[in-house]
């Protein structure tokens, strides 16, 4: 089965800066949509950013405003989140997951139902 492992979190003051980065092994499957979600404290778990597995296209939260970027090196076998701007209410933890293919290009969505491999996730901390 695929892992996924996330790492890159940590504790920053708004308006600063984190880079996210999710690496993925073990996996029979090589094509994968990916996302990033996450979840803030008490809060239900919301979508962040969506990537298709060549990279050609990508869906954002609107609320984000721009401030995120994925992208990903499939060379590495690795999707990245770049958060910009902070504020505090992006703390949360961070969630990358995959969704199989199977070969069939299929838009990158929104919907947590329609991945299947989870990360553990890594937190990131915005102060004032």
């Known amino acids: 089965q695929v892992q996924l492992v996330e790492s890159g979190g940590g504790l920053v003051q708004a308006e600063g800066s984190l880079r996210l980065s999710c690496a993925s092994s073990?996996?029979?499957?090589?094509?994968?949509?990916m996302a990033w979600f996450r979840q803030a404290p008490g809060k239900e778990r919301e979508f962040v950013a969506a990537?298709?597995?060549?990279?050609?296209?990508?869906v954002y939260a609107d609320s984000l405003k721009g401030r995120f970027t994925i992208s990903k090196d499939n060379a590495k076998n690795t999707v990245y989140l770049q958060m910009n701007s902070l504020k505090p209410e992006d703390t949360a933890v961070y969630y990358c997951?995959?969704?199989?293919?199977?070969?069939?290009?299929?838009?990158?969505?929104?919907?947590?139902?329609?991945?299947?491999?989870w990360g553990q996730g890594t937190q990131g901390t915005v102060t004032r």
């Open positions: 990537i298709t597995w060549t990279g050609g296209s990508t």
């Open positions: 997951a995959a969704r199989p293919t199977y070969g069939v290009s299929i838009p990158p969505t929104t919907r947590g139902s329609d991945y299947y491999y």
């Open positions: 073990g996996g029979t499957v090589t094509r994968h949509n």
